[in-house]
């Protein structure tokens, strides 16, 4: 069976790892564990922009990858960029080995606002079963519901539901679940 292993770039609480090791075997519909040693990201940081390279970090989760049923999610509170990008809540290669996905713009004091205990972890396993999805093999979708939707903003992450549309979730390979059932 296909396995997913979480990894910490930086400094992360361990928490958060530990979230998405509960909440994404359900969702994706395949085991996942903790790989207790975080990737120190400092090779991929750009000083000028104060922000670090999604693809580099992915590259180098990817060498982590040991067995060929394995794909690697790093997980960060980092601000990511891709040249193309200001910035992007996560990268993925399609149907590749390794993601990464940023607490960083999740977080609604980043904006301003209050903490909410709530929002946070709810963003961030929809960006991370996002990231999944391009791993296993799914492209934007144009639901907005659907988890695959792109969101350009926090705002669009906050409508998604955190599972794939039927046709995605055919496409990914999991179990159809409904719009809305799951989050959102």
Same mark, same amino acid.
């Given at each position: 069976?296909?396995?997913?292993?979480? +990894?910490?770039?930086?400094?992360?609480?361990?928490?958060?790892?530990?979230? %998405?090791?509960?909440?994404?075997? /359900?969702?994706?519909?395949? &085991?996942?564990?903790?790989?207790?040693?975080? %990737?120190? $990201?400092?090779?991929?940081?750009?000083?000028?922009?104060?922000?670090?390279?999604?693809?580099?970090? !992915?590259?180098?989760?990817?060498? &982590?990858?040991? /067995?060929?049923?394995?794909? +690697?999610?790093? +997980?960060?509170?980092?601000?990511?960029?891709? =040249? !193309?990008?200001?910035?992007?809540?996560?990268?993925?290669? %399609?149907?590749?080995?390794?993601?990464?996905? =940023?607490?960083? &713009?999740?977080?609604? =004091? *980043?904006?301003?606002?209050?903490?909410?205990?709530?929002? %946070?972890?709810?963003?961030? @396993? *929809?960006?991370?079963?996002?990231? #999944?999805?391009?791993?296993?093999?799914?492209?934007? #979708?144009?639901?907005?519901? #659907?988890?695959?939707?792109? =969101?350009?903003?926090?705002?669009? @992450?906050?409508? *998604?539901?955190?599972?794939?549309? $039927?046709?995605?979730?055919?496409?990914?390979? @999991? $179990?159809?679940?409904? @719009?809305?059932?799951?989050?959102?």
């Amino acid at each position: 069976m296909e396995r997913l292993v979480l +990894v910490a770039v930086g400094d992360l609480e361990l928490q958060w790892l530990e979230l %998405l090791h509960e909440s994404l075997p /359900d969702l994706i519909g395949r &085991r996942c564990r903790i790989d207790p040693h975080a %990737l120190e $990201p400092g090779f991929a940081a750009n000083g000028p922009r104060r922000q670090y390279n999604a693809n580099l970090l !992915v590259e180098a989760l990817v060498e &982590r990858v040991v /067995d060929p049923g394995e794909r +690697v999610l790093g +997980v960060t509170r980092l601000d990511l960029y891709l =040249s !193309v990008f200001t910035f992007v809540f996560g990268a993925a290669h %399609l149907e590749g080995s390794g993601a990464v996905v =940023s607490m960083h &713009r999740l977080d609604p =004091s *980043k904006y301003g606002l209050e903490p909410d205990p709530a929002l %946070l972890p709810e963003r961030l @396993i *929809k960006e991370a079963m996002h990231e #999944c999805g391009h791993l296993y093999g799914a492209v934007h #979708c144009r639901t907005p519901e #659907c988890v695959m939707g792109f =969101s350009a903003v926090v705002e669009e @992450i906050d409508i *998604k539901s955190s599972m794939p549309c $039927p046709e995605c979730a055919r496409g990914i390979g @999991i $179990p159809p679940g409904t @719009i809305g059932d799951q989050g959102a």
